[in-house]
């Protein structure tokens, strides 16, 4: 399920940068809402997408605990992907931040905020300045990231990632065409549709 999140994720933040695009046009409006909507989306699904990825990879490391759940994720991920220390402690932030973020959104604190600045210049709400599409983006690339690691893994990972690897090939390789689509919209490149 995780390709599926994935595939998600990116077609929802597509849609909030389309809405945010409306948005530096009309300074709010429906387009806020909607780019709101979106990036709520985008945003859990490349959480669910990491959370999946980890369940499938989980059982092919020796056990690693933690305290919280970015952490139990960045050791699991640390292990199977040979991660070097710098880049699991980036891993770890990006990790924390993805799922605060998700988990706000969905066990929100009900207190209200005081008025935030919107990426398009000017004061709105704290969630639809909170969830909105940079956030989207930078959890949609720490995702397609997560899968680029898996897709391309060192010869010393462990044997049994090494396996999964083969084994999710097709999956894998999935991630990596929705990236590479990714990419070829976003420099305004209509690629033609894999059936």
Known sequence: MWTRWLEVAVEHERAARAAFDLVMVT???HALQDELHASLVAISAAA???EGLYED???RVPFVGGDNEAVRLRRVFQAAFVLARPEADRLNTDLRWLFDLRDQAVHPYTEAE????HPAGFLTSAELSRWGTENATRAVDLTLGLLAKAQSLPTRAPAWVRRWAVDR???LDRAAQVAGQRRSARQGI??????
């Open 27 to 29: 300074k709010g409006g």
């Open 48 to 50: 669910f997408a990491v």
């Open 57 to 59: 990879v989980r059982y």
């Open 114 to 117: 005081e008025p935030q600045p």
């Open 169 to 171: 090939g097709p999956y």
């Open 190 to 195: 209509h690629p033609i549709p894999v059936v």
